[in-house]
């Protein structure tokens, strides 16, 4: 980025009165910054020096010498360019007042010796702020190469398959995997289930079988069944992933964490940090390092969970308000099911 500078330095809120601004406007000009100053920086006028300047003058490195950065900073910003804000109002002016730090009078301003700290403090900031903006550039967001954009589904339930139908709706290709060896999971094994939309006065027929009807509209969905996940490696946008056969062994199986008790020697001492290592691989045998990357496995930019349903085991008593444990013909609908 080629960086045009511009230094605005606002006089209002006091700043104006307290500081000696053509004394300030000298720093950034020894440098060679542009700089203007405004009564009210904040104002459509004073903003409007800002745009003007960014669109016309191609500046895209500001300095703001106002107030603190954490007031109008989304009047301060400008897309595409850098900004930093030094604090003259809070840290220079109102925490050092002219009746505590009396401005100086016409004839300390002909001493050269006569230091004015609060006009030397506000110009310090400036020259930090202006340091800084010399130092920053802008973040460039990190593209992966191997960027995936489609989805993969753990689970081909009604939460997976109407995950995987929104997602298809955006455009995206997707994956279901499901263990079993059809689509449905526990939805298809209810009688009856909740309503969803409105009306909610009585148990509606299931959904299940016209969600899976639904879903084949999709040729953006790909759908495994009697398939399991043997391991996910990579990132976010760049997942690899590894499919097996339910209870089938492969090298690409996720290696299971060593048991404390592997970690302790036949006399109860515990193993160096290599002897665990040694019992881990031992324990794993057959099974790749887990920074393996399958060279036959999917890449997947994203990956939903949508497996592991279980019924709600309530605690005991936990209900007993509504008759649940006290009375036999209160159960919960996976019980009643
Ligand atoms: S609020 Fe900030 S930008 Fe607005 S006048 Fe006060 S110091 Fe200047």
């Known amino acids: 980025m080629d960086k045009k500078y511009g230094v605005y330095i606002c006089e209002g809120c006091g700043i104006g009165e307290a500081l000696d601004i053509e004394k300030l406007i000298e720093v950034p000009k020894e440098k060679g910054f542009s700089v203007k100053t405004s009564p009210i920086l904040c104002s459509i006028e004073g903003l409007e020096i800002l745009n003007k300047d960014i669109a016309d003058e191609s500046v895209n490195t500001l300095v703001i010498a106002a107030c603190s950065r954490r007031v109008l900073y989304d009047v301060f910003r400008f897309d595409g360019c850098i900004v930093d804000r030094v604090n003259l109002r809070e840290q220079v002016v109102w925490s050092h007042p002219r009746t505590k730090y009396p401005a100086p009078t016409e004839e300390q301003k002909d001493d050269e010796e006569f230091i004015d700290h609060v006009q030397m403090m506000a110009e310090d900031y400036l020259r930090m702020g202006m340091a800084k903006v010399e130092k920053i550039d802008l973040p460039e967001p990190y593209k992966l190469e191997t960027l995936s954009r489609k989805i993969l589904v753990i689970g081909g339930g009604i939460t997976g398959i109407t995950a995987a139908i929104d997602a298809a709706k955006l455009g995206y290709d997707v994956t279901i995997v499901e263990k079993e060896s059809a689509l449905g999971g526990h939805a298809k094994r209810w009688r009856k289930q909740l309503p969803g939309?409105?009306?909610?006065?009585?148990?509606?027929?299931?959904?299940?079988?016209?969600?899976?009807?639904?879903?084949?509209?999709?040729?953006?969905?790909?759908?495994?069944?009697?398939?399991?996940?043997?391991?996910?490696?990579?990132?976010?946008?760049?997942?690899?992933?590894?499919?097996?056969?339910?209870?089938?062994?492969?090298?690409?199986?996720?290696?299971?964490?060593?048991?404390?008790?592997?970690?302790?020697?036949?006399?109860?001492?515990?193993?160096?940090?290599?002897?665990?290592?040694?019992?881990?691989?031992?324990?794993?045998?057959?099974?790749?390092?887990?920074?393996?990357?399958?060279?036959?496995?999917?890449?997947?930019?994203?990956?939903?969970?949508?497996?592991?349903?279980?019924?709600?085991?309530?605690?005991?008593?936990?209900?007993?308000?509504?008759?649940?444990?006290?009375?036999?013909?209160?159960?919960?609908?996976?019980?009643?099911?």
């Open 197 to 337: 939309p409105y009306v909610f006065d009585s148990l509606i027929p299931p959904t299940i079988e016209s969600k899976i009807e639904e879903l084949k509209n999709y040729s953006r969905i790909t759908v495994k069944t009697d398939t399991v996940v043997a391991r996910i490696a990579g990132q976010p946008g760049a997942f690899t992933v590894t499919f097996k056969k339910p209870g089938e062994k492969i090298e690409f199986d996720v290696p299971f964490p060593l048991p404390d008790e592997m970690k302790f020697d036949e006399n109860g001492k515990e193993l160096d940090a290599e002897k665990v290592h040694e019992r881990f691989l031992e324990y794993n045998k057959g099974r790749r390092d887990i920074l393996t990357i399958d060279p036959d496995g999917e890449l997947f930019g994203a990956v939903i969970l949508a497996a592991g349903w279980r019924p709600y085991q309530p605690e005991e008593g936990e209900f007993a308000h509504l008759g649940f444990g006290e009375i036999p013909d209160v159960v919960t609908n996976s019980q009643f099911e």
